[in-house]
Nanobody
Framework: QVQLVESGGGLVQAGGSLRLSCVAS????????MGWFRQAPGKEREFAAA????????YYVDFVKGRFTISRDNAKNTVYLQMNSLKPEDTAIYYC???????????????????WGQGTQVTVSS
């Protein structure tokens, strides 16, 4: 069982930045592909960004490309989401997720993820 704990959310003005962190328990973090999803009120949870287990390769949904950056530090069991040029429509609860034993590809389908964090609220004011 892997536990994921997100942090770094908050209230920011449009155009500002936030850095989300997600710390995972366990000793096999590098064997998990990681992803960030978000869910706005009244909407379904949607994919934002992903990184493969070994790091390096990343994938972004179009509406965050050029603004968000996903990265990971396997020595610290942590995945990050750097969010720049934030917009009010980025307001949502952000979740990190882990897919077991996926080292060499990114995972965009939420049904492939095995573990989820509790989420961290990001609010962008106009």
């Amino acid at each position: 069982q892997v536990q994921l704990v997100e942090s770094g959310g908050g209230l920011v003005q449009a155009g500002g930045s936030l850095r989300l962190s997600c710390v995972a328990s366990g000793r096999t973090f590098s064997s998990y592909a990681m992803g960030w999803f978000r869910q706005a009120p009244g909407k379904e949870r949607e994919f934002a960004a992903a990184i493969r287990g070994s790091g390096g390769r990343t994938y972004y949904v179009d509406f965050v490309k050029g603004r968000f950056t996903i990265s990971r530090d396997n020595a610290k069991n942590t995945v990050y989401l750097q969010m720049n040029s934030l917009k009010p429509e980025d307001t949502a609860i952000y979740y990190c997720a882990a897919a077991r034993f996926v080292l060499d590809r990114t995972v965009t389908d939420r049904n492939e993820y095995d573990y989820w964090g509790q989420g961290t609220q990001v609010t962008v004011s106009s």
